[in-house]
């Protein structure tokens, strides 16, 4: 008989599996600074932001100004 060692696909595939996991572990921690968000960039646009601002800021003063002419409630 050979001595070849014969293995079924899924346990190729099995092993190629832990051993790419395994390499993971001992990476943990070694992240490279490319691949680290810097906090340059905003998640919303300005022009979104300046229209949030707006609503939030407009409608709180309508609400004072409302609240003031005594037709608050």
Do not use: M
């Not at 079924?8 to 099995?14: D, N, Y």
């Not at 599996?17 to 001992?26: A, C, D, G, L």
């Not at 960039?41 to 979104?48: A, E, Q, R, S």
């Amino acid at each position: 008989w050979c001595s070849l060692h014969i293995q079924t696909t899924s346990r190729r595939l099995a092993d190629r599996k832990v051993e790419r996991f395994e390499k993971n572990i001992t990476k943990r921690g070694a992240v490279p600074e490319t691949v680290v968000k810097k906090g340059d960039d905003y998640p919303v646009g300005p022009l979104l932001l300046g229209f949030f601002v707006f609503v939030v800021i407009g409608s709180s003063l309508f609400q004072i100004i409302r609240t003031a002419t005594g037709g608050g409630l």
